[in-house]
């Protein structure tokens, strides 16, 4: 069993049902694959809906798109992966958003996890499989 990560513009493109994203973790899910978003992609979303012109319809199509997501909390364990992770990244030079970060934490906390990204940035962060999965 793998675990799939949806990051904030992988897990919108999922809501939306874009670029194929919806249709792979469908796919993922009929393999016994679980698929979700970590909670602050969830606040990411949320942030995005409550900025736009159609507030109201966006959060019924989230709300809606939730039921068949996992939801992943950035706890103890992921807050102190989060720690070495900005470690690591800051050693190797290569520093990246806080949010991603916290979504490599999570993965990497959780285990047998790959992080479904578009986002290059990912892909900085030691032990950490990304995929896109986008057409």
């Known amino acids: 069993m793998t675990r799939y990560l949806l990051d ?6 999922y809501i939306n049902r874009r670029h194929g994203v919806f249709e792979r973790a469908r796919l ?25 012109q159609s507030r109201d319809r966006n959060l019924q199509i989230l709300t809606t798109a939730l039921a068949s997501l996992r939801l992943w909390p950035l706890d103890q364990a992921a807050s102190f992966e989060y720690g070495r992770i900005y470690a690591e990244l800051a050693r190797l030079g290569r520093p990246i958003g ?28 030691p032990g950490l499989t990304v995929e896109n999965w986008r057409k």
Not at 41 to 46: P, S
Request: glycine share 6%.
């Open 8 to 13: 904030s513009s992988i897990a919108s493109d």
């Open 28 to 52: 993922e899910v009929s393999k016994g694959n679980p698929i979700g978003i970590a909670l602050p992609v969830l606040a990411e979303l949320v942030a995005g809906i409550e900025h736009s």
């Open 98 to 125: 806080v949010v991603d970060m916290m979504i490599a934490a999570i993965a990497r906390t959780l285990g047998r996890c790959t992080v479904v990204s578009a986002d290059s940035d990912l892909s900085a962060v």
